[in-house]
Structures are given as structure tokens and as C-alpha cells.
């Protein structure tokens, strides 16, 4: 099995924080409603709606919400927003990947920009970095929902290409192309995932110390906290003691 970085969830460390909880519900909404617009409303034959919605209850974001973004999308009413892909390198020269939704490309890329310069790092060109990244399905489900050898053996059923079980949960790995079935297989035998979507995975890690560590969690952190952009991915590693310093 691939290596994992322990760190998948630094971009929700803030994000369960009830200050910034409605910022995080905006960001859910403007994916489900840029979803919805660009394929059908109906989440069983899009994918990346399911995605979405799988996301936004995962969050506990309320029913209404979701069922609201979908009909802003159909009534016309929904923004135009673009999607776009940064790539840079961040302190300690860890490979970073940013995607945005944005209804303005010029302050989204000024912006992002910034933050790198800031930290120590730099942005790139698109493709800089992504070469270190797989691009994949990903499935997780809580550690209780079944144990590692029986999650191992569905997803082998399933299609599946790796599994990494940890005590926070599991995560089921699959190639883009097959992504779709291998969670529905999985979802008929455990019920509905916490998270389904297609990532960044990186294919190696790099150790950083604490103090370019810090730095690296902190532009993670501002990156995250940028109205339009979505996710951010890294391929890092940083000891234990900075985590927990930091309250990861």
C-alpha cells in the first residue's frame, strides 16, 4: 500500500470551528451549485453533485441549504464562476495545489499569489508541481463503520487501487475512471461515505522542520480561509509535537 501523509485534514482544522462555520458553508454551497449547473441536478447521474452533497452533510450542513444552491442553479440565478488550478511551492519547497472557484480571476490569482510570497514561497506555472500529485477518487468512512480487514477486502472487491486504515477512518483509493463504481459498490455494503471525491494525492512526502512546518501550516491555514479557493493540497510531513503545538 502507498504511503499517507498524516495531514489530509489541516484544511478542516479551522473549518469545525463555529466562527468561520458559515464561511465553510458557502464554500459547500457555491460547489453544489457550480455542480448542479454544469451537469444534471440529479445527484445519482452526477457525480461531482454527489460529491458535493456528500461534503456539505458531512459538515452538517443543513438540508435546506443544499436543496437551495441546487435550485439557484436551475432558476438561472447561480453566478458564473471559473475554475482554476494553482500550483507553487510553499516553505521547505513542499509542492502545493490550489483550486479555486471564482468569479474574479485577477483578485483570486492576486491574492493567492501573495500568500506565497509571504510565507517564503512562490507560486508557478500550472503543471509545476501536479506531476508529484496522482490525481484519484477518494472514499473515507469512520473507523467504526467496519474494521480494516473488512473494508480491505470490499474494496478489493470493489475495484479499488489502495487502502490506508488509520484510527480516524479509512480511505478507499481509485483510479478517476472507475472512482464512480467503486464507491457505489462500497456504499451498497457500508452506506453513505463522509467524503467522496476526486483528489490530489501526492505520490511521496517531504519531512520539514518545525519552523519551516509552522510557516507551511500557516499559509496552508490563509490559503483555506480565502473565500474562492476550495481545497489545498501538499505533499508534507511535520513531527508530532508541531501538530499538536498547533492544535492539529
Do not use: C
Not at 482554476?84 to 509542492?95: L, Q, T
Not at 477518487?137 to 478489493?156: P, R, T
Not at 464507491?183 to 519552523?211: C, H, M, Y
Amino acid at each position: 500500500m502507498a504511503g499517507h501523509s498524516q495531514f489530509k485534514n489541516i484544511m478542516h482544522r479551522k473549518g469545525r470551528q463555529d466562527a468561520v462555520r458559515s464561511k465553510l458553508f458557502g464554500k459547500l454551497a457555491r460547489e453544489v451549485t457550480v455542480a448542479a449547473k454544469m451537469g444534471t441536478p440529479d445527484p445519482a447521474m452526477n457525480p461531482r453533485l454527489r460529491a458535493a452533497i456528500i461534503a456539505a452533510r458531512a459538515e452538517n450542513m443543513p438540508k435546506d441549504n443544499i436543496e437551495r444552491a441546487i435550485k439557484k442553479a436551475l432558476g438561472g440565478e447561480a453566478e458564473s464562476y471559473d475554475e482554476i488550478r494553482y500550483e507553487g511551492y510553499g516553505p521547505g519547497g513542499v509542492a502545493i495545489i490550489v483550486e479555486a472557484l471564482t468569479d474574479n480571476r485577477n483578485r483570486t490569482a492576486s491574492d493567492v499569489r501573495s500568500y506565497f510570497t509571504k510565507s517564503g514561497g512562490n507560486l508557478a506555472e500550472t503543471g509545476a508541481v501536479s506531476f508529484m500529485f496522482d490525481r484519484v477518487g477518494v472514499i473515507e468512512y469512520n473507523a467504526k463503520v467496519a474494521s480494516a480487514d473488512a473494508i480491505l477486502d470490499a474494496a478489493i472487491d470493489a475495484g479499488a487501487d489502495d487502502v490506508v486504515s488509520t484510527e480516524s477512518g479509512h480511505e478507499i483509493y481509485a483510479a478517476q475512471d472507475s472512482f464512480r463504481e467503486v464507491a457505489k459498490s462500497l456504499e451498497r455494503k457500508f452506506g453513505e461515505p463522509r467524503k467522496a471525491a476526486v483528489v490530489w494525492r501526492p505520490q511521496n512526502t517531504i519531512a520539514v522542520g518545525d519552523e519551516e512546518g509552522e510557516r507551511l501550516l500557516k499559509l496552508i491555514e490563509t490559503l483555506n480561509d480565502h473565500d474562492d479557493v476550495q481545497n489545498v493540497y501538499a505533499n508534507f510531513e511535520v513531527s508530532d509535537a508541531l501538530m499538536a503545538k498547533l492544535g492539529g
